[in-house]
């Protein structure tokens, strides 16, 4: 029975070639020479470090230009709060989204129930498998999720027929 997996995985080398074009940029910005603009990569963590808040806008604004122009989607980060460091620094943390998180493959399930295509969608871990009869059910559904879940980055892999 042909089936496919939709899946939300970052490419990880390019994230990480973003966050490396990004600090070499901060280190040779003039409006950031004296100051403490960083930005770091732990495993899916990316921590930007400055000494006000605009700085943190400026550095995240650097990372969005070099992760769109390497092709990988902004929207698989989810920005944190600004956190207050010792004396007047501040910090903030970009966690990297990877896997589709519950409510999410609820949403798509929901979708794919409702659009009347003869498809069947099953979670399992982070990832929704979607089965049906044939390639062009199969093909209409990978339209349809394109089209209507908008809100995270969903690509399709392990198509099987």
Do not use: H, W, Y
């Not at 901060?26 to 930005?39: E, L, Q, Y």
């Not at 963590?45 to 992760?67: C, H, P, R, S, Y």
């Not at 979708?111 to 069947?120: D, F, G, H, T, Y």
């Amino acid at each position: 029975m042909p089936s496919f997996d939709t899946v939300c995985e970052p490419n990880l080398v390019e994230v990480k070639n973003a966050v490396d074009t990004t600090a070499k940029e901060i280190a040779t910005r003039f409006d950031f020479k004296g100051t403490s603009a960083a930005i770091e990569l732990k495993d899916k963590e990316i921590t930007l470090f400055g000494d006000a808040d605009f700085q943190l806008v400026q550095i995240d604004e650097v990372l969005l230009n070099k992760m769109a122009k390497r092709g990988v989607d902004v929207r698989f980060l989810d920005k944190g709060d600004v956190q207050k460091m010792g004396g007047d620094k501040v910090k903030q943390v970009l966690k990297v989204r990877n896997g589709i998180a519950t409510e999410d493959s609820k949403k798509i399930q929901k979708a794919l129930k409702e659009s009347k295509l003869k498809v069947q969608a099953s979670i399992q871990g982070d990832a929704v498998r979607v089965t049906g009869a044939k390639r062009d059910d199969l093909q209409a559904a990978m339209a349809l999720l394109k089209k209507d879940i908008t809100e995270i980055p969903i690509s399709f892999n392990n198509f099987r027929d």
